[in-house]
Structures are given as C-alpha cells and as structure tokens.
C-alpha cells in the first residue's frame, strides 16, 4: 500500500484497525500492524492514541457507530412501537451484522484482559439496552405492551439474542430466521402482546 501523508487522520487509523482487527482479531493485532497497513511509523499511530489498549477499544466504539446509528434512526422510525421493537430485535441479532457481530464476541473475550475494552463494550451494549427499554415504555404509554418493567424486559431480551446470537455467528448451529422467530415469540411474552403484532411491518 502506497504510503499515506504522515499527517493520516485518526479516523483512517481506527478504520485500518477495524479491517486489522476483523482479520486478526483484538488479541493479535498489533501497533505495528495498523502502522504497516497504513505505510506509516507506529510512533504516528500513538501520537493519535496512547497505547494499543485505548487504540483497540476506540475502533471497535467506531466499529459499532454504524450500528448505533441505525438503531437510533429505527427506534425513532415510523411506525407502531410494536414495528420498530421487532426492527430493532432484528438489527440486534446476527441477521442484522454479522460482520459487526464477529467483532462484538471478540470484544467480549479480550474484554475479560483490558479494562478499557470492557469499558467501552458496557457503554455499548448499555446503548441498545437503554435504547429498546424507551421503545418498550411508548409501547406501554401507547396500550400496546403490558410490561411493569421496561428495563428488565430489555436486559432479558438482550441476554437471549446475546445466547442465541453466538449460537448463529460461532457455532453456526442455527439458522438466524430461528433466532428471530425465538426472540420475536420472547418479546410477545415479555409484553403480554401477540408476536404476530411484532411482524407488524411484513418483515421477516
């Protein structure tokens, strides 16, 4: 790759880290490797960030920007709060980003060895907790959802599609049409609701 001018942006840095990561995974990937797929000194790469540990952890907050920015828009799309719950429970589960999904279980286990990977994989996964509880309370407001606890139903339903999600990404042992017709059913008995409610928009 030809080299880049040595004034390269920190946000061509975290996306060369992102496709380092994606090949390497976060425990392999080095400095010297988001350096040398960019053509320039490891040195420039921590003048932009201090250390390999705040460097992996702000690529994959960059990493998951995308998908956080489509569950913003969908949660505050058209539509019943029924049809943007299940948009949502779909945008979450591997059907929606698998390549996003490979990168959050690798999060997750390297997560469990660097404090600033965990931090930011909590702030994360808080995101779409917070953000599908508030879409479960307009439900409730709105007579569609019955549900004493908004923010419980978003933790339950989060842990499922985070079980079965690894189910689909990792061990490849179900099909991902399975999963949302599990998470779908789940979230019509959470919210006392008929899942045929949930499918509301015709998308499977």
């Known amino acids: 790759m030809a080299r880049i001018k040595a004034d390269v942006r920190r946000e061509e840095i975290l996306r060369a880290t992102c496709?380092?990561?994606?090949?390497?995974?976060?425990?392999?990937?080095?400095?010297?490797?988001?350096?040398?797929?960019?053509?320039?000194?490891?040195g420039l790469v921590f003048y932009h960030f201090t250390n390999k540990e705040t460097l992996l952890g702000e690529a994959f907050r960059y990493a998951a920007s995308e998908d956080l920015d489509r569950l913003s828009a969908t949660a505050a799309g058209e539509g019943s709060a029924a049809q943007r719950l299940d948009r949502i429970l779909r945008l979450y589960s591997p059907a929606g980003s698998s390549e996003a999904w490979l990168l959050w279980i690798d999060a997750w286990g390297q997560a469990l060895r660097s404090p600033e990977l965990a931090e930011v994989s909590r702030q994360l996964d808080l995101h779409w907790k917070q953000t599908l509880a508030s879409v479960i309370r307009e439900g409730v407001a709105a007579g569609e959802f019955t549900?004493?606890?908004?923010?419980?139903?978003?933790?339950?339903?989060?842990?499922?599609?985070?079980?079965?999600g690894v189910q689909v990404a990792v061990h490849r042992g179900l099909p991902a049409t399975r999963l949302v017709e599990w998470v779908r059913g789940a979230a019509a008995a959470e919210l006392a609701t008929d899942p045929a409610a949930l499918a509301g928009d015709g998308k499977s």
């Open 19 to 42: 496709r380092e990561v994606i090949a390497r995974g976060f425990a392999s990937t080095r400095v010297g490797d988001v350096a040398a797929a960019l053509g320039v000194s490891t």
């Open 147 to 164: 549900c004493a606890d908004p923010d419980a139903a978003a933790w339950r339903l989060t842990a499922l599609l985070d079980g079965l």
